[in-house]
């Protein structure tokens, strides 16, 4: 089991593990007291994992509530977020207890959310079963339900107690969702993991990730670390975020999260190499990790769909919208530009030949 410390403004353990699920209960009592634990999941997840969780639980003296919610990304809505809360405020949870929340992206944006303000702030934890839970969403505090103007636009910063990674977990995942997971690894290794592209280009989906989610975790907290509430170097971890959450809402969120990314990683480097900003072969090894995870690097959707739907994404201000583009392999930089200019620079990116 390995161990990394988020030094944010709340700081905590992410643990990194297999067979981690059966020892969350007694991992949580050596955190605080034993109390009632609202464990919040999708029915998928719930199936599969609640009731091992909710034992380990019971097992260390936490009087665990279950709470499910049909999967997908139509559950991080207000709606859900209200049911939720009512849920907390009916099973008599008090600000001293917990929430956790065991699954995917979506639980933890959602629980983390309803953490964040029930009774103006109770602890939660974080225990991802996708793999893009572990690499990204499980770490760093952001909470977030999607408006039908666009993804993530409400939300809260606000820090779990501890992540519990389990990565025997992934075995039961889709390969599709495993996929979107390892976009978010992709990501890593364009910002700066090094080796990270190259491991995944040779072992695909096989690739063991045990040892693949510690170097991406460490990444993102030592981010973090820095710039907790996204003032600056934090916009790093969005790269192909903005294009990206275009794709998923043109799609009506049938493209997942992290394959929306790939594309909108790889429009962006393409662009980038033909602004001259990205050195030359970037795009050709980025496509070739995508490639061989199985992941999406074009865009099912006109330019002109793409560039309005990612106008109304929140790294927007006013005029102005912040690209995160590469240099190379390992390296990005923050490129403002004006609205205007998206569209120009997504066609450069959509268009055929080298
Ligand atoms: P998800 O939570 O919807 O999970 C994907 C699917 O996998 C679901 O159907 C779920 O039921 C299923 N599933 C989960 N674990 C499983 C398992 N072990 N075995 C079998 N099936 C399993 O989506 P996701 O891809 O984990 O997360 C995407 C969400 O995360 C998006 O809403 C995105 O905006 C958000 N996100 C947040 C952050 C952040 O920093 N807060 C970062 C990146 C992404
Ligand atoms: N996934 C982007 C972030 O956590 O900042």
New binding site residues.
């Given amino acids: 089991m390995k161990s990394i410390k988020v030094a944010a403004t709340h700081p905590y353990q992410a643990w990194i593990g297999t067979g981690l699920l059966d020892r969350v209960g007694e991992m949580t009592a050596a955190l605080r007291s034993p109390c009632p634990v609202a464990l919040v999941m999708?029915?998928?997840?719930a199936e599969?994992?609640g009731e091992l969780v909710a034992s380990s639980f019971a097992k260390a003296g936490f009087r665990p509530h279950m709470y499910r919610f049909p999967?997908?990304?139509g559950?991080?809505s207000f709606e859900l977020l209200s049911h939720l809360l009512e849920f907390l405020a009916q099973k008599g949870l008090g600000r001293g207890d917990l929430v956790a929340a065991l699954?995917?992206?979506?639980?933890?944006?959602l629980a983390?959310f309803a953490a964040s303000v029930y009774q103006r702030g109770t602890a939660y934890i974080q225990i991802?079963?996708?793999?893009?839970?572990a690499v990204?969403?499980?770490?760093?505090?952001?909470?977030?339900v999607?408006l039908p103007s666009g993804?993530?636009l409400a939300?809260t910063f606000w820090q779990p107690e501890a992540v519990f990674c389990d990565c025997a977990?992934?075995?039961?995942?889709?390969r599709q969702?495993l996929a979107?997971?390892a976009a978010?690894c992709v990501k890593y290794g364009m910002l700066g993991v090094s080796g990270l592209l190259e491991t995944l280009t040779r072992d695909g989906l096989a690739a063991s990730w045990m040892d693949i989610v510690p170097p991406c975790v460490a990444y993102k907290a030592e981010i973090v670390r820095v710039d907790e509430r996204e003032n600056g170097l934090r916009r790093m971890?969005n790269l192909g975020?903005t294009l990206g959450?275009g794709v998923?809402k043109l799609s009506g969120f049938t493209v997942?999260?992290?394959e929306g990314v790939a594309v909108g990683m790889a429009i962006l480097t393409r662009a980038a190499e033909r602004m001259g900003f990205c050195e030359a072969g970037t795009f050709r090894f980025l496509q070739r990790a995508l490639d061989a995870l199985g992941l999406p690097s074009t865009s099912p959707f006109s330019a002109e769909a793409l560039a309005d739907a990612s106008l109304g994404d929140k790294k927007r201000q006013g005029d102005h919208i912040t690209l995160i583009l590469p240099r190379n392999v390992g390296s990005c930089g923050l490129y403002p530009i004006s609205i205007t200019e998206l569209l120009p620079i997504i066609r450069l990116g959509m268009e055929e030949g080298s």
């Fill in positions: 999708d029915e998928t997840v599969l994992y999967p997908g990304e559950s991080k699954g995917g992206g979506v639980t933890g944006d983390g991802p079963t996708t793999l893009l839970a990204d969403s499980s770490v760093g505090g952001k909470t977030a999607n993804k993530n939300g977990t992934f075995a039961t995942l889709p969702e979107s997971g978010e971890l975020h959450h998923e997942r999260h992290g």
